[in-house]
């Protein structure tokens, strides 16, 4: 797979790029600021690295101080296969996240600093004929990829955070800070009764699980039958319960998930570890009303092969995708049912059940799942209870833990189903080590700056003739003045290098000392220093009252 990695990068060089709504889909970055980011080395090699801190880039970005991402099981997995050809050597993963937003462009109209925010896995202009019909995974303004027009057809699909050059190498957001395109349309505001924990899910796995039930047409009565029960396909099913389905059934071989999905989503199960296809689709054909399920969904993806043949072919190059599991699907589904993939599918399968489609009269629907247009159901069944996302979160990690998490989600050992990952607590572990370190440092020019002064002005005190000190000292004061605003930018500026808006109160407390006496300069430090708690309450960060401008309801989606 290196070598067709590298081929496809060759041919991706040779094509060039296609122009874009922001005429590139790279962030400017800092040329001195970093920060922890989770990168892809190689196949199966995955790294927690130091990268360039990402700025506003167009008027319509933000960025985000990201408290919360995840690893997705599924697509993140396949990049970590090394299947997925085009992936750059450092692109930062992850499309997963949520957040504070840090800095603002001067066209973002819904955001402020401060306010928190979940972000789609999928990047929209939200201008295009296909943003218009809320169609956002095909947005035509986000991807600059020749070479996906080249192996699809036609315009490529939406960008999508850390997915490689076939989806506009976008840095993702298993990162400490994310720069988000076209803010008003990709991001949502979280409301305040919903934790991070929760909110964060809205970025794929949630919105995502709907839009398979969506795609499946999932009615009251229905019986349905998930393959797959990684976190797409646990929340399709409560979904599908939710519509009012009489039965789910789901198919899995890993004893966490198949314990997972009956014992907290209540749905029936079929363990497949030790049987062949052919068995599954006799095991499932008893339990199943006769002519089959009203929908099936396939959950899994492309590298699951389930038979011999497959398993050769995919070897051997003869295919890239497996289509097993779909002739599973399409056996099972009754006529004129309905199958929903929301598996992720990347190239071409032989052996594909096309005619299943046609004289069963099957309805077949595929594709991404344009978050944008779910947001404010999915956060308002949040709100109400009806959803609970932190039911599948197996695991809580650091930044530097993922690595390791990558290779337990996708060998699938010791009960990994879904990682929630706190972003915010390394950042604040981190904070009062840099912050003494920065305050000693401005102290430390602060004192000296107030020595200097306090001697200019003996010496000046010293001298014999008013009438000709007048101008001297004017001039020296002048010089002063100019030296302390410099001194005082130096210090702001490396208070917001921290992030936090207590050092900025004591970095000006500290400037201020500059214009008295010694005495006085360290009777202000002492009192500075005996009541830390007072300066630090005077930093914290203000929460605007006003609502924002939320989209249109004619936007969102209506069940």
Request: glycine share 6%.
């Amino acid at each position: 797979m290196s070598l067709s990695n590298a081929a496809a990068k060759l041919a991706d060089d040779m094509m060039g790029k296609r122009e874009v709504a922001q005429h590139s889909t790279q962030p400017d970055v800092s040329g001195s600021r970093t920060m922890k980011a989770i990168v892809w080395k190689s196949a199966k090699q995955v790294a927690c690295e130091d990268k360039p801190l990402p700025r506003v880039t167009h008027p319509k970005d933000v960025v985000v101080k990201v408290t919360q991402c995840s690893v997705c099981s599924g697509s993140d997995s396949h990049l970590f296969s090394g299947e997925v050809v085009t992936m750059d050597e450092g692109l930062i993963l992850g499309h997963e996240a949520c957040g504070i937003v840090d800095q603002v462009g001067s066209e973002v109209s819904k955001f402020q600093q401060g306010d928190r925010v979940v972000i789609a896995f999928d990047i929209a202009c939200g201008e295009c004929a296909r943003c218009q019909k809320h169609e956002y995974t095909g947005c035509d303004r986000t991807n600059d990829s020749r070479l996906f027009e080249e192996m699809y057809g036609g315009p490529p699909a939406a960008a999508i955070f850390g997915y490689s050059r076939l989806m506009g190498n976008v840095p993702g957001s298993q990162a400490e800070y994310v720069r988000v395109p076209f803010a008003d349309v990709n991001c949502y505001k979280i409301p305040d009764d919903v934790p991070d924990e929760k909110a964060l899910f809205v970025s794929d796995v949630l919105a995502t699980a709907l839009h398979a039930v969506e795609m499946g047409c999932v009615r009251s009565g229905d019986t349905v039958a998930i393959w797959g029960l990684g976190p797409i396909g646990l929340y399709a099913a409560k979904w599908s319960q939710l519509k009012g389905a009489s039965r789910v059934i789901g198919i899995d071989l890993v004893p966490e998930r198949l314990h997972l999905a009956r014992a907290k989503f209540g749905i029936e199960v079929l363990d497949r570890s030790d049987l062949t296809s052919a068995q599954v689709v006799s095991k499932l054909r008893g339990l199943l009303p006769h002519g089959g399920v009203d929908v099936a969904i396939d959950a899994t993806g492309f590298r699951f092969a389930q038979t011999w043949t497959s398993t050769i072919e995919r070897a051997l190059g003869m295919e890239t995708d497996t289509p097993d599991i779909l002739v599973e699907c399409m056996r099972l589904v009754r006529k004129f049912g309905h199958v929903s993939i929301i598996a992720d599918y990347i190239g071409y399968a032989n052996n594909f059940p096309v005619g299943h489609i046609m004289m069963k009269h099957l309805t077949v629907r595929s594709g991404q799942c344009p978050v944008q247009k779910y947001f404010k159901y999915v956060m308002d069944a949040i709100q109400k209870g009806q959803i609970d996302p932190t039911w599948m979160v197996t695991h809580r990690l650091q930044l530097e833990d993922v690595p390791r998490a990558y290779e337990q989600l996708f060998y699938k050992k010791e009960g990994y189903i879904k990682v929630l990952i706190d972003v915010a607590d390394r950042q604040q572990q981190q904070q009062p080590q840099e912050q003494q370190g920065a305050m000693h440092a401005m102290e430390e020019k602060a004192q000296q700056m107030a020595q200097e002064m306090h001697a200019k002005t003996t010496s000046t005190a010293q001298r014999d003739a008013p009438a000709e000190q007048d101008r001297p000292q004017t001039h020296e004061q002048t010089e002063s003045q100019q030296q302390q605003q410099e001194e005082q930018r130096e210090v702001q500026e490396q208070t917001e290098k921290q992030q936090e808006p207590s050092l900025l109160t004591k970095a000006m407390q500290a400037m201020k000392m500059t214009s008295s006496s010694s005495s006085q300069q360290q009777e202000q430090q002492q009192q500075k220093t005996e009541h830390p708690q007072q300066q630090e309450h005077e930093g914290e960060r203000v929460r605007a009252d006003e609502p924002i401008q939320q989209q249109p309801r004619s936007a969102a989606y209506a069940p």
